[in-house]
C-alpha cells in the first residue's frame, strides 16, 4: 500500500485493515452479536493489503548437496483466500494496531480470519 512516498509492505500470511468502529451492524449488512461488539472479541474491517501468503518449500532442496551454490530459485507462496477490497471479520484478540500516515490500521493473521464478504 502506498501513501504520499512511503510504501507499507504486508509481509507472510497477514492482511492490513481498516478499523471500522464497533456496531451492531457492519457496513456490509452482516448483524455480530450483542457479545461480540460489547467484548470487543469479534471486529470488521476491509482489507487495505494482503501478503503473499504462507512461503513453499522447494521439491529438490534436500536432494542437492548443501554446499553447492545454484542459481536463485523464485519463491512460490500458498496463495491468499482474502483479497483487497474483501470485507473481513475477525478475531480482535489476533489483530495489532498500526499507525501509518495518520491512519490506524489492524494487521491481523489469515488463520484469524473468520469469513470474509466479496462483491
Known sequence: MRKGRKELIVVGDRVLIRIEEGEER?????????????????????IIATGPGYP????????????????????????????VGDYAIFFRKAAVEITFE????????????L???RE
Do not use: C
Request: hydrophobic share 40%; no cysteine; charged share 20%.
Open 26 to 46: 457492519t457496513k456490509v449488512g452482516l448483524y455480530l452479536p450483542a457479545t461480540a461488539v460489547e467484548s470487543q472479541a469479534v471486529q470488521g474491517g476491509k
Open 56 to 83: 513453499l518449500p522447494e521439491v529438490n532442496d534436500h536432494l542437492e548437496e548443501p554446499w553447492r551454490i545454484g542459481a536463485a530459485k523464485e519463491t512460490r507462496f500458498v496463495p491468499m483466500q482474502a483479497h
Open 102 to 113: 495518520n491512519e490506524r490500521y489492524l494487521v491481523v493473521p489469515q488463520a484469524a480470519i
Open 115 to 117: 469469513a470474509l464478504s
